[in-house]
């Protein structure tokens, strides 16, 4: 996988499991929700800064994400919460052309604090 292979190349191998998590709910969401046409299609794109990589995944409809409570039996409707709870944040940007670009920026020390967190104990400026 690309996305595998950026982080070992960039030292970031210890943020592959939630990385590669991130990427697929937010595929999944594309693939689900976007217009895909063989004009628009969904690409994935990776930025590594200090410490941190921010995945994006570039889709063709201008429908937002919004996060929502799924029903206790839908086997879906979870996929932006574990974002939101992997990433050090997320969000949706313009693009150029039709469309939109979903985000998610996690690092080295945003995954430290969230494995040293006590269990149910939310995770700081987070609501």
């Known amino acids: 996988m690309e996305l595998r292979k950026a982080l070992a190349d960039w030292g970031l ?5 939630s990385a590669v998590l991130i ?3 937010l595929l999944s969401n594309a693939g689900l929700h976007a217009k895909v046409t063989p004009e628009q299609t969904i690409e994935t794109r990776y930025f590594r800064s200090s410490g ?3 995945i994006e995944v570039h889709d063709g409809s201008e429908e937002r994400p919004q996060p929502r409570t799924p ?3 839908a086997s879906d409707g979870r996929g932006l919460f574990l974002v939101d709870a992997l990433a050090d944040e997320w ?3 313009e ?3 039709p469309g939109k670009a979903v ?3 996690l690092s080295v020390r945003g995954a430290a604090e969230r494995n040293a967190a006590p269990a ?3 995770r700081p400026g987070r609501g």
């Open 71 to 73: 029903d206790s039996e």
């Open 23 to 25: 990427l697929s709910e």
């Open 52 to 54: 941190a990589v921010r």
């Open 13 to 17: 191998s210890v943020l592959e499991d």
């Open 103 to 105: 985000w998610a920026s």
């Open 120 to 122: 149910g104990g939310g």
């Open 91 to 93: 969000g949706v940007a």
């Open 95 to 97: 693009r150029t052309g």
